[in-house]
């Protein structure tokens, strides 16, 4: 197994060419081995490592704690709904919407972070938790006086994809078989997750992203050295609500349905668990993250099935079960790896440095010193 | 001005009750620099524990006079509350220490999220009544209605404040959380038991979120798996409003979060001419507590301590 990993690191172009059919593949093997519903399971993936990718550009690269973050998710997903619904009339075609939404959000990233730069550690998490609930309770309300967001109910019957006049909302019969929308949907999210891993890769290791890293690091050194701490934390806040929004508006377009219900506190934090879990700062980690947190809970459906096989029937609702066992899964990976699943060399650098170093060095990571 | 006392005193007794729970926060915040995000649901499983106990009493025995029913609830989730709560540190926050500061906050939201499920498997889905044994009386104030009930939240949850400020200010152990604070290796260099005094905090603000949870149960008459969450979410802010790490700061912040949330959702239709209702309650609280963090970032009360060089 050992070998074969090595052989392949040594051969980027064929690991390539495996991961690209692997991933092209991937749908009709969950699709066929384990039913379509798993499908449906990897559309959600994506969008989570799409989410969890935004967010690292925060937390990871420039160290502000952002526990708000879904709001923007709920911003681009609301766009979407209110330029392509019958909710206003208007249909307007979703390589429109995408960006508009997109850059909705980024602008709220902003507006967000303008007044927060000062904040540092946990009064920025608490302020950008308050800005959350805040957009929240908006949408669950601006019913009234006049109807924008249709208050608790949410908006549906959202335009589903569709390019070139191919729309997504209808299965496809070829061949004897019907592929759901879900299968569309995946490649398409696909493609705009391998684009945010690409520009977050190559973010990383720019000029920018070595800026986001001295501010994490130390901010008044890095302002020492030059940085435009301010700009440079108003383009993170910009950069990863921007994800955020693109986001948002392919879950809106997706779902066909949005209510404030997918947007709440849990949300933000799960991501936020994804990113830590999976080991911050570093994109496959991240990755990873968001690929287990999204598929433990699905996998975990699967109790019932356990209960009865082992027990002869449903002892306790794998429903009530899955989200405990969910719970005790993200304490106990937390507790044997502290520093994620898949550290970024830097981190596995200062955990494997000398203790004392170590701890001086990880006391700098979300300083709330202020 | 009949609904500016009348909201003023609801304002002020959800106040202290915000206040309570904002304590175990800052307590813990100030030594370990740690959001113990399970501390609302050790509230809700203090309540949830109190209420089974006192709906136990209150059949077994009911000519019981009510207060003391309620006393028995109390005083059989304190001890339990304590216990899970020590359990909590020792188990997912103590060997976290010297891990990154994000890894511990993951754990909490586990413990939070295991403990809320914990008690919807336990206690169901619905919501728990708390019994009506508690006396209705009421007075008159100012054009106000004020309840015995109310008045004795907001009395004995000064006792409290003032209790532990007596105990962080004049005792030894309070010295020690101090030092603790202050200074982790300085205090243990002194002769400090560190980790004992982390259990004592986190014990002590166990203790403080059990009365804090059946407070708020009696005062709206029910109780719920999911009612930490959001008074968890109030208490931190509170804390943070205060100055975070700070006990006198959370008990002003936790007031005057609960005030500012009273009159505001009393008002905020008037202000609006209608346009934003009551149920902006909760956005009252957080533009304020947004407000009052950007202009003065460590808090009302926090030291404002110049930045790390």
Redesign the interface.
């Known amino acids: 197994m050992n070998r074969a990993l090595d052989g392949l690191r040594k051969r980027p172009r064929l690991t390539a060419i495996l991961l690209a059919i692997l991933l092209a593949a991937l749908p009709f093997m969950m699709g066929f081995g384990l039913g379509n519903s798993w499908v449906r399971v990897l559309d959600f993936v994506l969008l989570y490592v799409l989410l969890a990718i935004g967010l690292n550009i925060v937390v990871g690269y420039a160290g502000l704690?952002d526990l708000g973050y879904i709001a923007f998710y709920a911003l681009g997903a609301y766009l979407y709904a209110w330029l392509a619904s019958p909710h206003f009339g208007l249909h307007l075609p979703f390589w429109l919407v995408l960006p508009i939404g997109a850059m909705l959000a980024g602008l709220f990233g902003v507006l967000l972070g303008a007044?927060?730069l000062?904040?540092?550690g946990?009064?920025l998490?608490?302020?950008t938790?308050?800005?959350g609930?805040?957009i929240r309770?908006?949408m669950?309300?601006l019913n009234?006086?006049f109807n924008l967001t249709n208050g608790p109910q949410g908006m549906n019957l959202i335009d589903p994809v569709s390019i070139a006049g191919f729309s997504f909302g209808k299965p496809l019969h070829v061949f004897g078989m019907t592929f759901p929308p879900t299968y569309f949907y995946y490649y398409l999210f696909l493609a705009f997750t391998l684009l945010a891993i690409f520009v977050a890769l190559r973010l990383q290791d720019s000029r920018i992203g070595r800026a986001w890293a001295a501010i994490r690091e130390d901010?008044?050194a890095a302002a020492a050295m030059g940085i435009n701490t301010r700009n440079m934390k108003l383009l993170a806040f910009a950069m990863g609500a921007t994800f955020g929004g693109l986001a948002g508006g392919l879950f809106a377009a997706f779902q066909g349905f949005i209510s404030p219900e997918s947007f709440n506190?849990w949300e933000s934090?799960l991501v936020?668990?994804m990113i830590?879990?999976g080991g911050?700062g570093n994109i496959p980690g991240v990755i990873l993250g968001a690929v287990l947190l999204t598929a433990i809970p699905e996998a975990l459906r699967y109790l019932g099935d356990f209960q009865r096989a082992t027990l002869g029937h449903v002892a306790?609702d794998p429903a009530?079960?899955r989200?405990?066992l969910?719970?005790?899964?993200?304490?106990a990976m937390?507790?044997f790896r502290?520093?994620g699943l898949l550290p970024s060399r830097q981190?596995k650098r200062e955990f494997a440095a000398e203790?004392g170093v170590?701890?001086q060095e990880?006391?700098s990571?979300?300083?709330?010193?202020? | 001005m009949d609904i500016f006392t009348q909201q003023l005193v609801n304002g002020l007794v959800l106040g202290s009750i915000y206040a309570l729970v904002a304590l175990g926060y800052t307590m813990v915040?100030g030594i370990l620099?740690l959001?113990n995000f399970a501390h609302g649901e050790v509230t809700m499983i203090g309540a949830m524990v109190a209420l089974s106990v006192i709906g136990v009493l209150a059949g077994v025995a009911p000519d019981l006079p009510g207060v003391l029913v309620v006393l028995g609830g109390i005083l059989v989730a304190i001890p339990a509350c304590m216990l899970l709560a020590f359990g909590i540190e020792k188990?997912?926050y103590r060997?976290?220490r010297?891990?990154?500061?994000?890894?511990?906050?993951?754990?909490a939201?586990?413990?939070?999220?295991?403990l809320?499920?914990?008690a919807?498997?336990i206690w169901g889905r619905q919501y728990v009544s708390f019994p009506e044994i508690l006396p209705t009386t009421k007075f008159e104030f100012l054009g106000a209605h004020i309840s015995l009930l109310q008045i004795a939240i907001v009395v004995l949850a000064l006792t409290i404040m003032a209790g532990l400020w007596l105990l962080v200010e004049k005792t030894r152990l309070g010295r020690a959380m101090r030092a603790t604070a202050q200074s982790r290796e300085v205090a243990e260099l002194m002769g400090v038991n560190v980790d004992r005094v982390i259990s004592a905090t986190f014990i002590i603000g166990a203790a403080i979120a059990v009365i804090a949870g059946v407070m708020v149960s009696a005062y709206y008459g029910l109780a719920h798996y999911y009612m930490g969450f959001m008074l968890g979410?109030k208490a931190?802010?509170a804390a943070?409003l205060g100055g975070?790490g700070n006990i006198a700061g959370a008990m002003l912040g936790g007031l005057l979060l609960g005030v500012i949330e009273a009159l505001g959702a009393g008002y905020i239709g008037d202000i609006t001419g209608?346009?934003?209702?009551s149920?902006?309650q909760?956005?009252f609280a957080?533009?304020v507590?947004?407000g009052v963090?950007?202009f003065r970032?460590?808090?009302l009360l926090g030291e404002r301590?110049a930045?790390?060089?």
């Open positions: 704690l007044p927060t000062r904040l540092r946990d009064y998490a608490i302020v938790l308050g800005f609930e805040i309770i908006f669950n309300n009234a006086p901010e008044i506190l934090i936020l668990c830590v879990l911050m306790v009530d079960l989200m405990l969910f719970g005790v899964a993200l304490v937390m507790l502290p520093a981190r203790d170590a701890e990880q006391a990571l979300y300083d709330a010193r202020a | 915040y620099e959001i188990i997912a060997p976290l010297k891990a990154p500061r994000l890894a511990p906050l993951i754990t939201i586990g413990v939070s999220i295991i809320q499920n914990l919807m498997l979410l931190f802010s943070v975070i209608g346009f934003l209702g149920h902006y909760d956005v957080f533009f507590l947004i963090l950007v970032p460590s808090g301590v930045n790390r060089a």
